[in-house]
Each structure stands twice: as C-alpha cells, then as structure tokens.
C-alpha cells in the first residue's frame, strides 16, 4: 500500500473526518463527526466514493427507516407510476395515474396519511385517479380488491358494492347475478328477483 492520503478536515455529505483511525488490510479507517452529532468510525474507500454520507441517521431523520412499513408503502407507490421498468408500472404510470407533487417527499405523505396501519394498504378511492391526499386512504385488503377496474360496482338503496358483495348480501348466486346484469337487467330488477 502506498502512502495514506490524509483527509482529516474533509467534509464527505454529512460527515466531516475528525481523524485517523487505523489500518486493517490496506484499509484505512477514519473517526468521523455527523452532522447529527453522531461520531462512527468508517473506511476511506467508502467516504472517497460517496457510498456513505451520513452515520445512517439520514435514514431515519422523519423517524422511519428506509425498511419501515410506512417508507415502504410510499417507495412502492412511487416506483409503480414513476420507475418504467417496476412490474405494475403498465398498470399505474403507463395508464397516466401519478403522484401528488407533494408526496415525491416522503415526510410531507407521511404528514399527510399517517403511519400505516398494521394490515392496511394503501388505496386510491377512485383507482383511475392520483396517488394524492383527497383520493387515498389505509385500506383492508378486501377493500382493496373490491375497489379494482374489475369489478362492476352496482348502486342500489345508496349503495355501492361489487356484484360479488351484492350476491353475498342478499344471498344470489353471483353467476346467476352476473347473467342477469349481462343481459341488461336493471339492477333494482337483478337484485330484488329471486333464482
């Protein structure tokens, strides 16, 4: 190894060198100061090439880690109508669904929805509008599953449920409930007809 090139004094993202550490197999090792106040002990490969920039509490300065349920549910959010390459992108970005402007930060949609509920997802009410505070909210699953461009959403008395939930509600037979929709019964005639 050749000379150890000294950057004590040298400020890597949030981390100023305060001093030399040691040397472990031609790896040198540097005591650093975060901006946070934190002091860590990091290789200098890792400063010179920027793959470190704080002691980790960049990662955790809204009080979520970047593994947190919350953080999550926002990243997946983000990649699905932002990232060409995510797996559902055809059916979010591709489709012209985007997200708030707001929330590309993650602190202002965690300010906005709150923590995510242990079992909920996150929902688009109307799901051909955009991830943004007037149209999302923490979901069940069913919920979820019943709020799909899938699904034929029937209004009846006020209401407005999938054929599925009408069939189970009133006990119909979904196939039968769906033959009669097919061939254009009114929904007051479909639901209130016997088999």
Known sequence: MGEI???????????????FHSLKNNQTFWNVLCDCGKEKIIRGVHLRGKRVKSCGCAYTKHGHSINSITYNAWRHMKARCLNPK??????????????????????NFLEDMGEKPKGLTLER??????????NCKWATW???????????IITFKGKHLTVAQWARILK??????????????????ALQTKD
Do not use: C
Not at 87 to 104: C, F, H, Q, T
Not at 144 to 150: E, G, I, Y
């Open 142 to 152: 069913t919920e979820q599953a019943n709020n799909t461009r899938k699904n034929k």
């Open 5 to 19: 090139i000294d950057i004590i004094g040298n400020k890597y993202g949030n981390l100023i060198v305060v001093s």
């Open 172 to 189: 119909i037979n979904v196939q039968m409930l769906y033959f009669r929709l097919k061939r254009n019964w009114p929904p007051e005639r």
């Open 86 to 107: 995510h797996k559902s992108y055809k059916n979010y970005g591709a489709r012209g669904i985007k997200v708030y402007e707001r929330w590309l930060k993650f602190e």
């Open 125 to 134: 009410i109307d799901n051909n509008g955009n991830y943004e505070s007037s």
